[in-house]
């Protein structure tokens, strides 16, 4: 967008606003440049964006933001044409009683102004005495096919299930109104529903219960950009990623302890309550547990060690069991080829010599000596024992 660019609004004069609930509610939202600019643009109806800057007092870079906090919000439609024109359509905002009827909406408003001022807007006083309105069907008699509509709520996303079901199941958000933010802009970015969302959500839960928004957000951008690949995994590979996304951590350590007949020692207690802290997804701690116990065989796992590894997968962005899985393979990867190479510079007298044991070790060792032979060994066996008789 420059200057000298052209701009058209394609709906001029069509749009209902209500100053007062516009100040009130929009406001604190979209910020005092995009205020000026929507209310500005609902005076024109054609010219170069200059034109607008000079009334403005701001920049082209304040301009352009000021309408992307527009579009997004939902109070103008912007479109681009050749490059050097734009068409603008500008959108009635919600009326007072539509907006704070919108679930999304007013946890927005309250974002910014705050819970007591959002219920201090809410509050509407009660009419006294005794109601003489009269009902539409008393004065207009009129027979309607159809009811009148309703304008529906803007936002899709149905958060009122979403906090019911949460609710329901004692989960709670660690910040209401950042949480609940980042829930319905997950919604619109990735095209999912509310149920879908809580799905996830229930798969990224923090140890005290609360919603972590970050890991999920985390593991939608994964799955959105195809970093998470399975194609090239083994059997063995998947069935470890399948059990570690099925259980929890405290189980999955539990069942890898179990198998090496050892209990779980304190300090792998106190490292799940540590891992639980930090941002990794529950798949990705069993990872860490599968690293040290069955990769490395160790018998217990080390708290300083597994916390020094997943501040590692933290900086790294390992978020899911196949990308843990994928770094695992490159570790051993690399330490197979490190050996080697130890092994082609070592000179030939400083390698190890690999001794074989005793063919009569062996179990199923058959002997095969001649009688001629056993006669000649018991000879020189009779003649030691009476040299050592006469040595006495």
Known sequence: MRAGDQ??????????????????????????????VYQLLRTFYQGRIMDLLDYLDCSVNDFEEATERLSAIGLIRIAEDGGDEFYIELMSPLAFDDFMADDFYKQL??????????????????????????????V?????????????????????????????????????????LSIVSMADKFGLDWFELFTLATENLNEDQTINTSRMLDKLSVKASGQAKTTDLTVTEREIIRTAKAHKPEDFLLRLKKQKNTSITDDEKH????????????????????YYLAVQQKANINRNQAQNL???WTASKILTAEQAIERIRSWGAQQKEKQAKQLQTKPA?????????PEWSNSNYVNQTTAEEQAELDRIREEALRKIEGDK
Do not use: C, W
């Open 271 to 290: 490292l799940l309550v540590d891992l639980g802290k930090f941002n990794i997804s529950p798949e990705v701690q069993n990872l860490i547990f599968y």
């Open 140 to 180: 207009y008699p009129v027979q309607f096919d159809k009811g009148p509509s309703i304008r529906a709520s803007r936002s899709n996303f149905d958060l009122y299930n979403f906090k019911k079901i949460m609710r329901d199941r004692s989960i709670r958000f660690n910040d209401e109104g950042a949480d609940t």
């Open 109 to 138: 408003l309250a974002y910014y102004i705050g819970e007591q001022k959002v219920s201090a807007l809410s509050f509407r006083e009660e009419l006294k005495g005794q109601e003489i309105s009269k009902k539409f069907s008393d």
């Open 7 to 36: 701009f058209h609004i394609v709906n001029r004069g069509k749009v209902s606003f209500d100053a007062d609930a516009f100040s009130l509610l929009y406001l604190p939202i979209i910020g005092k440049d995009a205020y000026v």
């Open 310 to 312: 997943a501040n590692d």
């Open 349 to 357: 007298f400083a390698q190890k010599q690999v001794k074989k044991a």
